[in-house]
């Protein structure tokens, strides 16, 4: 038997009897799990060391090196992210709606959980452990499957989660990782039906398509994120520039930074001129219309292509549009339907931009980089949803579930 397999068996056996912990039992593993990873994070940093060698070695980009990377901040925000979780609310057995029924049956609709998640991913440790933390509170079994890039930091940080998981109600065979660093193993996880319950692809635009397109086991796609920033003309400078800047710089890498600006013609030609600049001394690689190429001669012609690409780098596409419709149209055409932002002091402009736009988080006056489920107050997330059904946006805890009836009679049978 494949290890994928094997390993599915074993978290589908852990699962039938995770809807029976209570939430202090599923609590009380979070917080050993946060403690565990704390205690011994020398050994979780030793093991990305290796992962962080190896893609040097291979000519991986720093963006993606600064994806992999675990620092002992980073472990311990990783920890503060389980402990936030523990704190929520348990949606598990939550009752949805109750009613009778003219014949005398009591209906109650409650949430329980999913199952079994297969949760597929590239190399962003941090996803190992909010994976494992939002799955394991909501009573779910999760499987694993990482990217090759970070096998040995992942390898060790589920070995340090099982540690924690002896001490704790929840069985450590709920928890589970695929160490094959073959394509093969995506393969098949793909098509484990009846073990999976449903599969979770989170990472760049080509897993995630295969995902979609390849399986046969319920998926739920996170999308990439071609995101934008639409500075229209009566922006504040000061705002504006600041909330672009940090849309695109404090961290280009994940999927909610912005990867297109888009300026009405309008705004401050010298604010306009000062912000290009300073893109340009960090090092930002600007991709930009005509008229960008005339007021910042260090721009490179922008294509249709340029402007449907999710970098995750120091890239950026700067268009300017006549108005505001204009700026619609663009987002329509090459959104991702992930996090879009209007900066503008014109209400009617941001209603229409907030009601008009179809994406997961639309923002007015805030950088795109918040969304994230521990910006939103979720503890962490398993991914952020671009698709309109079961669930969108960041997904805390209340999307790990699904729902059933229960139905109470005293003896009713249907003529």
């Not at 695109?248 to 994940?254: D, E, G, L, N, T």
């Not at 909610?256 to 309008?266: D, P």
């Not at 960090?282 to 490179?300: K, N």
């Not at 006549?322 to 879009?340: N, R, W």
Request: proline share 3%.
């Amino acid at each position: 038997m494949s290890e994928v397999r094997s390993k599915a068996q074993l978290a589908k056996q852990a699962a039938i009897g995770m809807n029976k912990l209570t939430t202090t039992q599923k609590n009380e593993a979070l917080l050993h799990m946060a403690h565990k990873l704390i205690a011994l994070q020398e050994t979780i940093i030793a093991a990305n060391k290796l992962d962080l060698e190896r893609g040097r070695q291979a000519g991986t980009s720093e963006s993606l090196l600064d994806r992999l990377a675990l620092t002992e901040a980073r472990i311990h925000e990783i920890a503060e992210g389980l402990r936030q979780i523990a704190t929520l609310p348990d949606p598990v057995g939550d009752v949805l709606a109750t009613f009778d029924r003219p014949n005398g049956l009591h209906v109650e609709h409650i949430r329980v959980p999913l199952g079994v998640i297969g949760m597929i991913y590239e190399a962003r440790p941090n996803v190992t452990v909010d994976a494992a933390g939002l799955c394991l509170k909501t009573g779910n079994a999760v499987l694993l499957r990482g990217g090759s890039a970070a096998l040995s930091t992942n390898k060790r940080i589920v070995e340090v989660l099982h540690e924690a998981l002896l001490d704790t109600a929840i069985p450590v065979d709920a928890l589970q990782i695929i160490e094959d660093p073959n394509r093969a193993s995506v393969d098949e996880m793909l098509t484990l039906n009846g073990l999976l319950d449903v599969v979770i692809p989170r990472g760049g635009a080509s897993l995630i398509q295969n995902v979609v397109q390849n399986a046969t086991v319920p998926v739920i796609e996170t999308g990439a994120g071609v995101c934008h920033t639409f500075i229209d003309a009566s922006a504040q400078p000061n705002m504006a520039a600041e909330i672009a800047w940090n849309a695109k710089v404090q961290r280009p890498s994940v999927c909610n930074s912005m990867e297109t600006l888009l300026v009405h013609r309008q705004y401050d030609l010298e604010q306009i001129k000062l912000l290009l600049a300073r893109y340009h001394d960090s090092g930002v690689r600007i991709y930009g219309c005509s008229y960008t190429l005339e007021i910042a001669p260090f721009a490179e012609q922008a294509t249709e292509q340029h402007y449907s690409t999710e970098y995750n780098d120091f890239s950026l596409n700067v268009k300017f549009v006549d108005d505001i419709d204009e700026a619609l149209q663009h987002i329509t055409k090459h959104s991702t339907m992930h996090s879009e932002c209007i900066v503008t002091e014109n209400e009617h402009h941001a209603a229409r931009f907030l009601q008009e736009v179809d994406a997961a988080a639309v923002y007015h006056n805030a950088s795109t980089r918040f969304t994230d489920g521990f910006e939103f107050g979720f503890g962490a997330e398993i991914g952020i949803s671009t698709q309109k059904l079961h669930a969108r946006g960041p997904m805390g805890l209340p999307a790990l579930t699904s729902s059933k009836y229960i139905v109470y009679g005293t003896g009713q049978i249907r003529s």
